[in-house]
Structures are given as structure tokens and as C-alpha cells.
């Protein structure tokens, strides 16, 4: 059984979720919830918010691992830079505390969660009401977003880092050929 805290980055709003499970074994929502900032505010002063509000998380939730989205172009450059410095607080409060952080792409978690990396929003949260046995839907759509992520990450961070380990472990074991391809 492993604990996760699951993050969409957002300046205005960054969802939040915490997801106890294992692959093969039921899933259950600890908390879930959104940190907001002002968008009239600097951006300092936001990025701040966002900060205390992921260390709040961590100190009330003790996560074993953090799985935060990995951002992606998008057509609205502006928008793309705040998910990004709220992505990387959520990685350097994380790592800060020594707690290993994985970055998931959007439709590694869709196909995760739907079984297609293409699905909706509202196919996402209804299957995220349905795997973690809710009587709603998580509101606003970034919360639901999060625990996507928390859920993602139980079922395919394991096998992830398993196979990331094994590639490094084979390379270490490899001996490169020598000047001019002679073996050394």
C-alpha cells in the first residue's frame, strides 16, 4: 500500500489529491482539494501561495511519492509558464523533503484511469468517482485532475521505475568498446 499525492499545476488553481492503493487492490481517497492564488496578484507572491499550500498538503499527508503532470505546449504561452512554475514548486517542495516525484504525461493519465489516453474531461472524473468509490464527482475538474494522477501513479509508477532501474543496472553492466571499436 503506497500514498501518493497527486498535483495538477496551476497558478490560479493547482489541484491537490491523496490516494492510498496498490495495483490490483481497491484505491482510497484520502483528501483532495485545490490551492488558489489571486490572478491579480505578482507572481512571487502567487508561486509563494502555491508553495505553503503544497508543504500544508505534505505536512498533514506524509505522501510516500508525489506524480505531478508534465507540461506540455500549449497555444497560450502565458498559461503554459504559470503551470509550469507551479509544477516546478510542487517538484522542489517534494524533493525538498527527499520524497520521490514522477511527472506524468495528460494521456498516460487518461488511458490509465479510461483506458484511452484520448478521453474527456468528464469521462476522467467519472472514472475517478468510480475507482475511488465516491457519491460525486471531485470538483473543480483540477482536483479530479489530481487524483487522475494519484491513481495513475499507483498503477503505473512501480512498473515504471522497475523498468527505469533494470535499463540503468543493464548500461552499468555493459562494457563500451574500446578506441577504434576494439574491446577494451
Known sequence: MVRV?????????????VVEGAPGRPLRMVAVGVVRTPAEAEIGPRLLLVEQGIE???????????AVERVFAQHNVRTVMGTAQ????AMLCATRRGIPVTLHTPS???????????ADKAQVTAMVQR????DAPPKPADAADALALAICHIWRG???NRLEAAVKAAARTTTPPGPR???R
Request: hydrophobic share 40%; with cysteine; aromatic share 2%.
Open 108 to 118: 498516460e493519465v487518461k488511458a490509465a484511469v479510461t483506458g484511452s489516453g484520448r
Open 158 to 160: 512501480g512498473a515504471t
Open 131 to 134: 475507482l475511488l468509490r465516491l
Open 5 to 17: 499525492l497527486g498535483v495538477d499545476p496551476g497558478l490560479t488553481r493547482c489541484g491537490i489529491g
Open 86 to 89: 507551479a509544477s516546478a514548486v
Open 56 to 66: 500544508a498538503w505534505l505536512d498533514e499527508h506524509r505522501p510516500e511519492l508525489v
Open 181 to 183: 571499436g576494439t574491446p
